[in-house]
């Protein structure tokens, strides 16, 4: 293709920064559709189904708290794996989530934050994780959520 019909076609088209919260929004929406088919299968998975919706709630969670494009406050150690420090952050800034988490991101918090039990599982001999239910519903009405949220700001900024 030669360079005046390039500039013809990409005239007008805006290419928009790989930047948070879209960044963050991204992988839970690319990665929520697989905790339902997780949970849908027979027999579950729980351990797998665990590591994607812990994944899912942690960027879920920073995409909202990254909603200015900042994404600073939720890379410092004591927050980054951190799902219960992340929930109270967000309900803090307004995240219409109960105040304390939920019991199953409680569970998730402990096996997804350091040492990183779920995913390497060192030093132990089991893991308990939450079943399905109500952690499968309860997020993707929290993914929701936070996507409407963005989609409002983005709304605004154009």
């Known amino acids: 293709m030669d360079n005046e019909r390039l500039a013809n076609l990409t005239t007008g088209l805006r290419m928009i920064p790989a930047d948070p919260p879209d960044t963050y929004?991204?992988?839970?929406?690319?990665?929520?559709?697989g905790v339902r088919i997780l949970s849908d299968?027979?027999?579950?998975?729980?351990?797998a189904l665990s590591l994607v919706s812990a994944h899912v709630?942690?960027?879920?969670?920073?995409?909202?708290?990254s909603k200015d494009g900042s994404d600073s406050a939720v890379r410092t150690p004591d927050v980054r794996h951190n799902l219960i420090a992340l929930w109270r952050l967000a309900h803090k800034d307004g995240l219409n989530v109960p105040k304390q988490p939920f019991d199953?991101?409680?569970?998730?918090?402990?096996?997804?934050?350091c040492p990183y039990y779920l995913r390497y599982s060192t030093g132990v001999h089991g893991i308990s994780v939450p079943g399905p239910e109500p952690m499968v519903t309860e997020l993707e009405t929290l993914l929701e959520r936070v996507k409407k949220i963005s989609v409002v700001l983005h709304d605004h900024e154009s």
């Open 41 to 47: 299968a027979k027999p579950t998975s729980n351990l």
């Open 104 to 113: 199953w991101v409680n569970v998730l918090s402990h096996v997804h934050d």
């Open 57 to 65: 709630l942690e960027c879920a969670l920073k995409a909202y708290l």
């Open 25 to 33: 929004l991204g992988v839970a929406y690319g990665m929520i559709r």
